[in-house]
């Protein structure tokens, strides 16, 4: 299976899977909030905060309709993105800075190729490239040349689409890729989160690391990503916010940071959980494997010279004895000596003794 590297953490195989904090601008262009995040964050346990690096002025025409569900103001997405973009590569520096500090990676997803180089000058260890660029390949083949991994995610694409991106980045010398299965829709009800997608991309893809980019609104067990981890997920990446009742439809799919601290926990106990497919039996299991089993007990005094049938015997606990499985090879022998009710029935209790197999 394949393996990456950002930074100290290897994403992929046996690795622990690798959690990101995607604050978007979910902080609204406030730094103390956006240094906040970075803190909560890691004091959840994400490996990493994720932030979103766009101008309207290049992400979007002005006239172009949104598409999600929030109030709009005149209905364009121009309108909405313009009143998030106030960060520049200075801010994105002070951003940058406290993370390294805090100890906890900084990742972004650049929108446009200003925002893809001001993340190679940072030194910026990995892109993250949006299901809406999947087809951007201007954008995407910017990011690739950089050299480091690409997390792609793929909502609103069909399977040849991300095949084709896959092979493209490839082919223009970047195989350092993961693909998060993602729903590009805000939110994206349970019902259409689609996990059984995740061993799909296990199966058609096994050259790259899988794992979700999520838009559903979390429960209070964060079911829908700790599911993922258990279909083999190994990045997860869920939108963050510090207080979900902030306005905004971003904020309402959000986990706060109790919720990412519970989203961390389950990972860490599935992953324990899943363990290993190899079928033996474990330490912990062998005191029961011997002492729940059960074995061919007495079900009454048996005087010696008794032939066994079938009533004689009963099957109880412990299974330190003859196994039930063997019953019908102890029925019919003539016992040897006396049994006393409630006692093992051994081969050593009748004639001939155990069958040689």
């Avoid at 953490?9 to 690795?15: E, I, K, M, T």
Wanted: charged share 25%; with cysteine; aromatic share 6%.
């Amino acid at each position: 299976m394949r393996q990456l590297q950002i930074g100290d953490r290897v994403l992929g195989g046996d690795a622990p899977c690798y959690i990101i904090a995607e604050a978007g601008v979910n902080h609204g262009c406030r730094m103390d909030m956006a240094l906040r995040m970075i803190d909560e964050a890691k004091a959840a346990g994400a490996d990493a905060i994720k932030f979103q690096t766009y101008r309207a002025e290049t992400l979007t025409t002005r006239w172009a309709p949104r598409y999600w569900e929030d109030p709009p103001t005149d209905g364009t997405q121009y309108t909405y993105f313009k009143q998030s973009d106030d960060f520049g590569r200075e801010d994105y520096e002070t951003l940058f800075e406290h993370t390294k500090q805090v100890g906890i990676e900084y990742l972004t997803t650049p929108f446009d190729l200003e925002a893809v180089q001001w993340m190679a000058d940072l030194g910026m260890p990995a892109y993250k490239i949006a299901s809406a660029d999947l087809t951007n390949w201007p954008l995407l083949d910017a990011a690739a040349a950089q050299g480091m991994p690409l997390l792609i995610s793929t909502g609103g694409a069909t399977l040849e689409e991300v095949r084709d991106v896959i092979d493209h980045c490839v082919a223009i010398g970047n195989d350092q890729v993961a693909l998060l299965h993602c729903i590009l829709s805000y939110p994206a009800p349970d019902e259409d989160m689609n996990l059984r997608r995740i061993p799909l991309l296990i199966r058609e893809f096994p050259e790259v690391v899988i794992g979700l980019s999520c838009h559903s609104i979390p429960d209070p067990c964060v079911t829908v990503p700790t599911a993922a981890v258990a279909l083999g997920a190994k990045v997860v990446e869920v939108h963050f916010t510090l207080d979900k009742a902030l306005p905004g439809v971003d904020h309402t799919l959000s986990v706060d940071p109790e919720g990412l601290r519970r989203l961390v926990a389950n990972t860490r106990i599935v992953e324990a959980a899943l363990g290993s497919d190899e079928f033996v039996v474990l330490p912990c299991e062998e005191r029961a494997r011997l002492y729940a089993r059960r074995s061919i007990i007495a079900a009454a005094d048996i005087p010696a010279g008794t032939v066994l049938t079938g009533d004689h015997l009963i099957m109880k606990r412990p299974g330190t004895g003859v196994s039930p499985t063997r019953t019908e090879e102890m029925i019919g022998r003539r016992t040897v000596r006396d049994i006393e009710e409630d006692q093992l029935v051994t081969w050593d209790d009748v004639e001939g003794g155990e069958p040689a197999d």
